[in-house]
């Protein structure tokens, strides 16, 4: 089993930064992929982010809507996975959640992950 918790979440004005955590405990390895989800109210659960683990480099994959606002990264020594978000934008509100993957690739379909974080509520303002 892999516990994984999340921290950071917050409300915050549009352009606005937070830094969301995922931090990892149990029979986590540094292998495995990690990404992060997001689930804006009334919407399904949609990929945000993910980062694969050290056998394939620590690749890093965004949604379009992201990029170049979000940095996924991830410290194993630590087994966490950060996420920090900038120039936010009402349209990020939403629970974000970590979720790990027993395999070799990110893959952006929830229902492919293994283990869940209980999430965070990331709220942005206009």
């Known amino acids: 089993q892999v516990q994984l918790v999340e921290s950071g979440g917050g409300s915050v004005q549009a352009g606005g930064s937070l830094r969301l955590s995922c931090a990892a405990s149990g029979r986590t390895r540094s292998t495995y992929p990690v990404g992060w989800f997001r689930q804006p109210p009334g919407r399904e659960r949609e990929f945000v982010a993910g980062?694969?683990?050290?056998?394939?480099?620590?690749?890093?994959y965004y949604t379009d809507s992201v990029k170049g606002r979000f940095t996924i990264s991830r410290d194993n020594a630590k087994n966490t996975v950060y996420l920090p978000m900038n120039r936010l934008k009402p349209e990020d509100t939403a629970v974000y959640y970590c979720?790990?993957?027993?395999?070799?690739?990110?893959?952006?379909?929830?229902?492919?992950?293994?283990?869940w974080g209980q999430g965070t509520q990331v709220t942005v303002s206009s």
């Open positions: 979720a790990v993957r027993r395999a070799d690739r990110v893959t952006t379909s929830p229902d492919e992950y293994d283990y």
């Open positions: 980062i694969s683990g050290s056998w394939s480099g620590h690749d890093t």
